[in-house]
């Protein structure tokens, strides 16, 4: 029997309760990620509360290997979400944004940190407990931004690059935590700073190798192989061989990331601007569409004076037949475009099996059984708020404040050194004001009497012209006296908001302490108050974030709409 045993799995038919669980498990998800999503764009909340029921916090209706391999296929899931992020985000505005994207990941990781320290006097935690509850509340949910951005439909726009980037490093920081938290649970001799510091410099130098690898040596050669992309066998410019090739260097650029030390999360998201890259590059050899445009623009102006109409047709006709064939052929033999693979091979599974699985992998790992303790309950809230604080102030980077106090001091001064330099005229300009005033009803009848002269109805014309003109000069003076455009905080609300969910990296970060020691004692039985206490701020966090940013992006939504014949966008430049 063992022998029979190892040499291959003996096959068995599931039992009915075991269909219904799964069945019953997977239909709910998605109802209620449906439901939520059309009420407040939040439905992983409902499937959070749903792997808590089904899983080991509540009905235990799965076992501990059923639940391992839910997550482990769930994160497939994480992965191709952050992958169609990477797809979706524009070169040019991940590259004129990466600075800011930068500021907001800074700002995201040191607020959390600074008040995490709160914890020595809430639980009385030692300084390296306060680290490494910080270090498990500063990582960003990558799973729970896609998502939000995602259904929301923000991804594509300013806005949503930013926020992505900035989520996006604050991973590689979780990462580099991880490492942290688990070389500080062992002895003092296992401590190795090139340990802490190698994902950084992984991570980093991963990223400027791929980019400069696609600027300076695949840039060149894509470019002169799309120059003969005529010659291409038919099988190249088919969906299924773009598929193949995409998913490739999907996989590719995954396990070198991960082998390498650094997060595959990241590497998932760079592979996802490297084929959206190359779709650029694609897009910028098309270049016979503007040769028979202007071939057409030109014909007109050739045959204008000398060519009769039937001539005019027949070269008209002569034009069309030959630039027919390939314009016909260039949406059928181009290569598809990384989000059209996407949505045609990835999307229904994702977003039905994937996606819903892996958001209730995440229930699974909330104790609430060991949650509902009147201390840790006020505690846990208390720091649940200040690490929302703590995410929501990234959004001041989005914020217009008004000009600085001394420039408005000086504009003051100036307004008040104009008023009274007019108040306080000399009594000669004054003088001199009234006797021109008194002279100036005596040129109209002078005037008058020049207009009985008779003339002609056109300088009547150029007379009434040249009086009225002087009218519109004061147009630019009304328009410097308007008041300035209001300064919308839709944009920094959401940044804010948005940044606030916490989830895998979290949890993560706070299982290796609890497990390492650090945040429990040896004697202690059961999870340690610093932890539930850490529990409670991520699972907050990772509810009320998507539940708010749900609730503000339909106000948006709403005054767009009220909006459209206005031509004004609430979310302003950042809507882009």
């Known amino acids: 029997m063992a022998s029979e045993s190892e040499a291959a799995f003996a096959y068995h038919e599931p039992s009915i309760k075991t269909v219904l669980i799964y069945t019953g498990f997977l239909l709910t998800l998605n109802i209620a990620n449906t439901c939520l999503d059309k009420l407040l764009y939040c439905g992983l909340i409902g499937q959070l509360f749903i792997g808590v029921l089904w899983g080991t916090p509540g009905a235990q209706w799965f076992g501990q290997e059923t639940e391992r391999v839910i997550q482990q296929i769930g994160y497939l899931g994480l992965i191709l979400l952050i992958y169609e992020g990477g797809l979706s985000t524009s070169i040019k505005s991940l590259k004129a944004n990466i600075l800011l994207s930068t500021a907001v990941a800074i700002t995201g990781v040191c607020a959390p940190m600074g008040l995490s320290f709160i914890l020595k006097e809430l639980v009385s935690a030692t300084s390296l407990q306060s680290f490494a509850a910080g270090a498990a509340l500063s990582a960003t949910s990558l799973g729970t931004t896609f998502t939000i951005l995602s259904t929301t439909q923000l991804t594509t726009t300013r806005l949503g690059t930013v926020t992505t980037s900035a989520a996006m490093l604050d991973d590689v920081v979780g990462l580099v935590m991880v490492q942290i938290i688990s070389n500080l649970g062992g002895s003092a001799t296992s401590f190795s700073a090139i340990t802490v510091i190698r994902p950084v410099f992984v991570s980093i130098g991963f990223a400027v190798g791929l980019l400069l690898l696609c600027a300076f040596c695949l840039q060149p050669v894509l470019k002169k192989l799309l120059d003969y992309k005529d010659k291409f066998p038919a099988f190249v410019r088919t969906a299924q061989f773009a598929f193949l090739a995409q998913t490739c260097v999907l996989v590719g650029i995954v396990a070198g990331a ?44 050739g045959n204008h004076q000398g060519s009769t109409q039937n001539s005019k047709n027949r070269h008209a006709e002569e034009t069309t037949s030959r ?254």
């Not at 998932?268 to 601007?273: C, F, K, P, S």
């Open 258 to 301: 991960t082998y390498s030390g650094t997060s595959s999360l990241f590497a998932a998201y760079i592979a996802g601007v490297i084929v959206s890259w190359f779709d650029g590059l694609v897009a910028e050899a098309k270049t016979p569409i503007p040769v028979f445009q202007s071939a057409d623009s030109q014909e007109p102006t």
């Open 323 to 576: 630039a027919q064939p390939q314009e016909t052929e260039i949406p059928h033999n181009d290569t598809p475009t990384g989000e059209l693979i996407y949505s045609k091979y990835y999307k229904e599974p994702v977003n039905r099996i994937l996606l819903p699985l892996f958001f209730a992998s995440i229930g699974f790992a909330i104790p609430i059984t060991k949650m509902f303790s009147g201390q840790v309950i006020w505690r846990g809230i208390i720091y649940a708020m200040l690490m929302a604080i703590g995410k929501m102030i990234t959004g001041l980077w989005l914020v217009r404040f008004s000009p600085s106090p001394v420039s408005g001091l000086v504009s003051t001064v100036k307004k008040l050194f104009a008023y009274t330099h007019s108040y306080c005229a000399s009594p000669q300009t004054v003088s001199k004001k009234s006797n021109q005033n008194k002279k100036a009803p005596q040129r109209p009848a002078t005037q008058d009497d020049s207009a009985d002269v008779p003339t002609p109805d056109n300088v009547k014309d150029e007379s009434q012209s040249t009086s009225r003109s002087p009218a519109p000069t004061f147009r630019p003076d009304s328009r410097i006296s308007l008041p300035p455009k209001p300064k919308s905080l839709y944009p920094s609300s959401i940044l804010g908001l948005a940044m606030v969910a916490r989830g895998e990296v979290g949890y993560l970060i706070a299982s290796i302490a609890e497990s390492q020691g650090i945040f429990s004692n040896e004697s202690s039985e059961g999870p340690s108050e610093i932890y539930l206490v850490v529990i409670w701020a991520i699972s907050l966090c990772t509810l009320i974030g998507p539940i708010l940013v749900g609730t503000l992006v339909r106000r948006v939504k709403k005054l767009q709409q009220s909006r459209v014949d206005m031509g004004s966008d609430p979310l302003g430049v950042w809507g882009i």
